[in-house]
């Protein structure tokens, strides 16, 4: 088989298939990096009070207002007057993964406890159903 790329997508793990750490080492490339990378985009510092709104891994390059509105009718909001600003975009999990690997090896965070249904890749249309009614978080394939 031939994986173009393979050497800037894939990367080793010094772990089993069958590993307790593989739901947190997955999250990686999916959930946990692109929470990362929101966190990077909206430059949060440690000790910071962030709010997050989410339902989906999406993001938005950034958006940006200037001036003083004309019209009692144009939409304004806090964020506007305070000169807040938005940032993000598609997550480079990728990136990401070398950063972050350490942590999830080492026990200092487990991000695979977002999975909390597993179940047979013929499963996976119940699962997919399951996270749109919002009775699943996450679904994992067992392997």
Known sequence: MRVPQADGTLVALPVGADDALMPSL???SDVM?????AAVAARVTP??????V???AVGLGAIGRVGVPEHDTTPTSIA????ASRSGGPAPVRAYIDELLPDVLEGRI???RVFDRTGTLDEVPDGYRAMNDRDVLKFQIAF
Request: negative net charge.
């Open 26 to 28: 997955l999250t990686l």
């Open 47 to 52: 000790g910071a009070s962030v709010a997050v």
């Open 33 to 37: 990096g692109t929470g990362h990378h």
């Open 54 to 56: 989410v339902d989906a």
């Open 80 to 83: 506007f007057w305070k000169n």
């Open 110 to 112: 487990e991000p695979g």
